[in-house]
């Protein structure tokens, strides 16, 4: 074999590609396959109930929306994610807004804010229920005798509160991000121009924050619509399945047995997003091409 052979076929198998081959290994395994699986078990009858998996058409999709306990999941699951979504972004803005300026107590406090993103999702689920019993800390605080995550009515918003509040930090790192990025020069043009603060910041800066916008509503829906630890820590789908998003009624119908239910659940999730929040990302990625 000639010099210049060997130097190609060594070339080939030292490619910067093959150092790839791990990390697409591992999403074929564990990413790719159980997802064309979930797409195939959906129209089975797979149970723990019998050992044969039989096709059964489009029989579980029917059977779960004439049941209307999905229908419902699923309207939880929107309602919670935009719940989320709205109270992460208001959070996180009005503390990069409160926290812009670079001296030693934002600097603090910025950190300080990080800290709930870095902190398991369970484990703030915990500390929150426990905070929030009838005979727990903020009770105790504010003088009063309330059921915090009792309240068929007000759950839902409480436990939205609680997830926006975990997240709440990295919305904050984006838009401090997005605030650091516009330009000195458009700033002080409007200063010169008799621009006022409050115009300056809504009509020059606040425009100019749509890409951190745009992240920081996609993360917020995509999360949410996926959440599950959060709300199983704090009321495991209550008061009344009240709080019962798609995520904790696939896992009590999986842990019921019934896994091809569980997963025409998992692929109808799968189906909202899709249909949901990439609309809305979308819409947001042409408003910042108009900006």
């Known amino acids: 074999m000639s010099r210049g052979s060997k130097a190609f076929d060594r070339g080939r198998h030292t490619h910067p590609l093959w150092f790839l081959a791990p990390a697409f290994a591992i999403l074929l395994v564990f990413f790719f396959l159980p997802t064309v699986f979930n797409f195939v078990y959906a129209f089975t009858d797979w149970s723990s109930f019998h050992a044969e998996i039989r096709p059964v058409g489009t029989e579980n999709f029917q059977d779960l929306i004439a049941d209307g306990t999905l229908l419902r999941a699923l309207r939880i699951t929107l309602v919670y994610a935009v719940l989320v979504a709205i109270l992460q972004n208001v959070f996180g803005f009005l503390l990069a807004v409160l926290l812009e300026r670079d001296t030693t107590v934002n600097r603090i ?12 999702a369970l484990a703030v689920g915990y500390v929150f229920q426990a905070l929030l019993k009838p005979t727990g800390s903020v009770n105790m605080v504010l ?6 995550l009792a309240d068929p009515d007000w759950t839902i918003l409480t436990v ?6 975990k997240w709440m930090g990295l919305s904050m790192l984006i838009y401090l991000a997005g605030l650091k990025t516009v330009p000195l020069e458009l700033t002080e043009a409007a200063r010169i121009d008799g621009a006022s603060r409050w115009r300056l910041f809504w009509r020059i800066r606040f425009p100019l924050l749509a890409p951190a916008i745009t992240f ?13 630890d959060i709300v199983q820590a704090t009321t495991g789908g209550g008061p009344a399945r009240t709080t019962e998003i798609l995520n904790i009624f696939i896992y009590r119908t999986f842990g019921q047995g019934l896994f ?14 899709a249909l949901l929040a990439f609309p809305v990302i979308r819409f947001l990625r042409k408003r910042e091409e108009i900006v």
């Open 160 to 165: 939205a509160v609680i997830h926006a509040w």
């Open 143 to 148: 003088g009063i005798d309330y059921a915090w």
């Open 109 to 120: 406090a910025r950190v300080l804010m990080l800290v709930p993103v870095l902190m398991s």
């Open 260 to 273: 091809a239910q569980a997963t025409t659940m998992s692929l109808i999730l799968f189906l909202m997003v």
């Open 216 to 228: 920081n509503v996609a993360t917020a829906l995509l999360g949410s619509m996926n959440g599950f």
